[in-house]
């Protein structure tokens, strides 16, 4: 019986293991599309048909991977000369480093090159050429949980004593309730580092776009952050508690402040969640509140194209940034627009988002177009875990800089 | 008669060619290239630039976390294969027992083993979330305590608690090892003992654990590579976080080549811990295969 | 000789020592069970819930209202019986391959004297020493040679390459605990070595062989990384790949993630119990080398 089974099993390995049949008269188009949330897949799936649909002689593959995967998918395929044409993905400074990249304007026509805020293209600059075109973006701002802090008799914070005080509060109307959201986890740690230096006048970079790991500011944030975990204001994890966990905390009233993205009410309203919460700035210590921003891009490898090739490239750009088309993408899954056509839909369709775009169009971004970005990102999560661990902010900041710029 | 000869000699080869070619192909070839990209210079996308000879391996071991990660490593596979394999040894002895319900319980065993690693790291990093965490609810519904506990409060707790997690899932496959060894364990033996007035420990010593002992052998030799290998565990509970603190050498070499960009590095590390594996694998190998040949 | 097995340990539960053994026995099984199943009674009552009540601060026992719905969903959410069929095509495939592959392998290690025996089974051990995540490059680049990316046969050859160790050894420690005597008697009869082997050897070193077939086929089916970097079309992903959905940039959808990873865990539990009576079969008498 088992071996008929198996002998079975195996004849069906053989058949569903030949590869799918492939139209030889068409140009292939190759596309690895990271996952932004559940409707991501399906999105895409409906976006081939059409295309294959209304372009003739051009084959669309769309394969959407999950954000935890993405890095050693794509990076497997480069390794093994089977790069994508097209990855829409976060970074791109580590492939361009490598020459494996177009510039943006060879394969993006000029009419959906002239779509994008210019402020976005910058982001991807290196030696004076943009190297990918952004797909949609996101901003941080402080949501807070408006029948706690009411309860608690204070309003939300704007400045890093009024949050030090309102925790406090809150720590006194309940000590069962988390005041304060903080997630430093190898997850999303930068943006942690991000929310306190930014808004302390630090940051990653100088003005002249140096490394400055461990300016006098950085160091003042980050130990201000930690303090905050030591006193007990903030939920007793950070290491580990990843920016989904403190959302749906949130959600269910465990946390009463934290730093979310915009798409914060999509997440909470399709989990369920009943929360009564309102948004505010990110409190500040010196300066003005800056919100950090997210941005994705999509990029091109140069796979030693033909020109029909290079013009399914161009045409797939094109009917992706078509206006209707875009906003429908953006609003999927609760993001910010890169276009400024894409803008006013999205501001049209939404009041609430329309503070929101005005609040990217001003947002701070990573600086991820500098190549040891990647180092620069694991470092400072480092950094923060061995601070909670009770290290020396200073010490940690001043080697890393070390390593980094040294 | 020349001819049969050859046959001979060449018949058992023949025997082994199927598995051969398997390996040759799909294993050894990928492993040369992890040979390979460990003496070279790799850059950030992973693109071979050129021979580098140890340059890889010094790096690796000047890293100031190394020698914490190999620790870990350590106590994470020492702490899991020797308490796993202990108490699937007892479990086998249990279900080797007749009694009712024996079949369920065999295959409830087998349940930790037949959901994928990820999955299962998955439902304890939910069970012991100190916020959230089922733990908390059940003890707190049970009334063994009354407001939620912290069960991860330090780095060695989570260690600990990602210890018992690969003792979970790694019993059923040593109690299954054991518990086909068991079956061929002729009843005679026993019987003939116990009129010998052998007690337990006895027969356990001197007829239990020689007879399992090739099965047993197996699956330690294997057991102590898959878990010095294990990804899933420790990535799924604490990505080797807060700062390396709970970080084994393969989830390290994979922020290495992942996250990090350092692919010629991390190549360097897995061919440390191949060599490590190698050094304890082959001092076990040849104890047990003496003793082998000196039994049969 | 079941019954004489049984005996081994209880002749007859009538004396207070046998009652106290007896009571133990059912303690210690009670106990494991519970242990072992309380993962799944949190991944069961877990998928029945919705994401507020799983994040509650009142944690809740069972679910306040019970969302069976979200069994359903999951099949709406992803195409879960064709990534249930590319996984059985590839367990079933890598572990005919496997146990095909290793049997005579084995034979030839426990039967034969040969040359570089010994080497041939610390290189066996050899293959096991790289974690998958370590070789994925490597794996990648000869799929690709061969033209085998995204199939489901090469994840057929690499499950079956990767659990070759675990079945050579284990099958080459079945055969020998088994006499040769009745082989040698066969071949005396007419048998050619392969005869002989089939039609003698096999039956009795059934134990061995079902375990042998069980930890393939698991491995096979948990098997994650190599499918994931291999596989790009969705039709052909495995379940293990395929429920990675429910876990997106923006959300963990644990409830959906656990209804499909107990669906996920179905199979084989079935399969254990279809093929676990051989497991225990035993030997017939006399075959048992002394």
């Known amino acids: 019986m088992n071996k008929k089974c198996l002998a079975a099993a195996t004849i069906a390995a053989m058949v569903a293991a030949v590869p799918t049949v492939c139209y030889a008269e068409d140009t292939e188009v190759n596309v690895i599309a990271a996952e932004y949330g559940q409707n991501t897949a399906e999105w895409w799936s409906n976006f081939v048909e059409d295309f294959n649909k209304d372009n003739p002689g051009i084959k669309l593959n769309v394969e959407v991977v999950s954000w935890n995967d993405i890095y050693t998918v794509v990076n497997t395929r480069i390794q093994g000369n089977n790069a994508p044409d097209i990855l829409n993905i976060d970074v791109f400074a580590d492939y361009q480093a490598d020459g494996l990249l177009l510039p943006a304007q060879d394969y993006v026509s000029e009419e959906t090159y002239a779509k994008m805020y210019p402020s976005f293209l910058e982001q991807s600059i290196v030696d004076d050429v943009v ?4 797909d949609l973006a996101s901003a941080r701002a402080l949501y807070y949980n408006v029948d706690i802090l009411e309860a608690a008799g204070v309003k939300p914070p704007t400045t890093w004593e009024e949050l030090t005080a309102a925790c406090e509060a809150i720590k006194a109307y309940d000590d069962s309730i988390y005041p304060w959201g903080i997630d430093m986890t190898t997850d999303e740690g930068q943006a942690a580092f991000a929310y306190y230096t930014w808004n302390n006048g630090g940051g990653f970079v100088d003005e002249n776009g140096e490394w400055a790991l461990n300016s006098a500011e950085n160091v003042e944030a980050i130990e201000y952050a930690v303090n905050l975990v030591n006193s007990g204001y903030t939920n007793s994890d950070p290491a580990n508690d990843t920016r989904y966990d403190l959302q749906d905390m949130f959600g269910a009233g465990q946390v009463a402040m934290v730093i979310a993205p915009n798409s914060l009410p999509t997440y909470i309203a399709e989990g369920g969640h009943e929360v009564n919460y309102a948004v505010a700035s990110i409190p500040c210590n010196k300066g003005e509140s800056v919100s950090a921003g997210v941005m994705d891009r999509f990029m ?58 005005d609040i990217v169009g001003s947002s701070k971004f990573y600086p991820t177009a500098k190549a040891e970005w990647a180092d620069v990102k694991q470092g400072v999560i480092d950094a923060e875990q061995r601070a909670l661990l009770g290290e020396d902010v200073k010490t940690l900041l001043d080697e890393l800089q070390a390593d980094i710029a040294g | 008669m020349k001819k049969k000869k050859i046959m001979k000699t060449v018949t058992p080869y023949l025997w082994l060619l199927p598995s051969i070619l398997l390996m040759l192909i799909f294993i050894l070839f990928p492993i040369f290239e992890v040979f390979r990209t460990s003496l070279s210079e790799v850059s950030r996308a992973g693109i071979i630039k050129g021979f580098t ?11 100031p976390t190394f020698g914490l990660v190999l620790k870990n490593t350590v106590v994470w596979t020492i702490v899991v294969v020797g308490l796993s394999t202990l108490i699937g040894f007892a479990l086998a002895m249990v279900l080797n027992n007749e009694f009712r319900g024996r079949k369920i319980a065999r295959a409830i065993v087998v349940f930790p083993w037949a959901t994928s690693l990820i999955i299962q790291a998955g439902v304890w990093k939910f069970i012991i979330d100190s916020d959230y965490g089922t733990l908390n609810t059940l003890f707190m519904k049970l009334g063994l305590i009354s407001k939620p506990m912290n069960w991860t409060p330090t780095p060695g707790a989570y260690f600990a608690w990602e210890c018992w997690v690969g003792i979970f899932v790694t019993i059923p496959f040593v109690t299954f090892c054991v518990l086909s060894g068991l079956q061929s364990i002729d009843a005679a033996y026993y019987e003939s003992a116990t009129v010998d007035g052998a007690g337990f420990w006895d027969k356990l010593l001197h007829i239990t654990l020689p007879l399992v002992r090739s099965s047993l052998t197996v699956s330690t030799v294997l057991n102590i590579i898959y878990v010095f290998n294990s990804f899933p565990i420790i990535w799924t509970i604490t990505k080797g976080d807060p700062a390396n603190r709970t970080d084994t050498l393969v989830t390290y070499l994979y922020k290495q080549a992942f996250y990090k960009g350092r692919t010629g590095e991390a190549a360097a590390i897995s061919v440390i811990g191949f060599l490590i594996l190698c050094i304890c694998a082959s001092v076990y190998m040849v104890l047990s295969l003496r003793k082998e040949e000196q039994d049969a | 000789m079941r019954k004489s097995k049984e005996k081994m340990y209880i002749k007859s539960a009538r004396t207070p020592k046998e009652k106290i053994f007896r009571v133990l026995l059912y303690a210690t099984v009670i106990l494991l069970v519970l242990v072992t199943l309380y993962p799944y009674f949190v991944m069961f009552t877990t998928a029945l819930k919705s994401r507020a009540e799983i994040y509650s601060m009142k944690g809740t026992l069972l679910p306040i209202d019970w969302e069976w719905e979200n069994f359903a969903d999951i099949w709406k959410l992803a195409p879960l019986g064709r990534y249930f069929i590319n996984s059985i095509v590839v367990s079933g495939g890598a572990t005919a391959i496997a146990i095909i592959c290793g049997i005579p392998a084995a034979y030839a290690l426990s039967r034969m004297k040969f040359k570089g025996k010994k080497f041939f089974l610390g290189l066996v051990i050899v293959s096991q020493m790289f974690a998958p995540v370590v070789l994925l490059v490597g794996i990648y680049k000869i799929m690709s040679m061969l033209h085998l990316t995204d199939t489901l046969l090469a994840l057929v050859f690499i499950n079956a390459a990767f659990n070759q160790a675990f079945a050579i050894w284990l099958l080459r420690g079945t055969f020998m605990s088994i006499s040769p005597e009745m082989e040698q008697a066969a071949t005396i009869d007419g048998c050619n070595q392969l005869q002989a082997m089939i039609k003698v050897l096999l039956p009795v070193a059934a134990p061995g062989i079902v375990t042998a077939l069980i930890f393939v086929f698991i491995n096979a089916w948990n098997e994650y990384t190599v499918a994931l970097t291999l596989i790009s079309s969705d ?42 009576k051989h497991l225990v079969g035993g030997l017939t008498s006399g075959g048992v080398k002394g």
């Open chain 1, 131 to 134: 190297w990918a075109v952004p």
């Open chain 1, 300 to 357: 091109c490898f140069d796979n030693g194209y033909s020109d029909e090739e290079l013009a399914a490239i161009t045409t797939f750009f094109d009917y992706f940034y078509e206006d209707a088309r875009y906003s429908e993408w953006v609003l999927m899954e609760g993001f910010l627009p890169a276009t400024m056509a894409g803008g006013e839909a999205v501001a049209a369709a939404d009041e609430s988002m329309a503070a929101w775009v």
């Open chain 2, 53 to 63: 000879g140890l340059d890889n391996f010094a790096k690796v071991i000047k890293g």
């Open chain 3, 235 to 276: 039709i052909l992903k495995p379940l293990t790949v395929g429920i990675t959905v429910f876990n997106g940039y923006n959300m963990i959808e644990w409830q959906y993630l656990f209804a499909s990873s107990l669906f996920a865990t179905i199979p084989v539990v079935a399969l254990f119990i279809c093929i676990e």
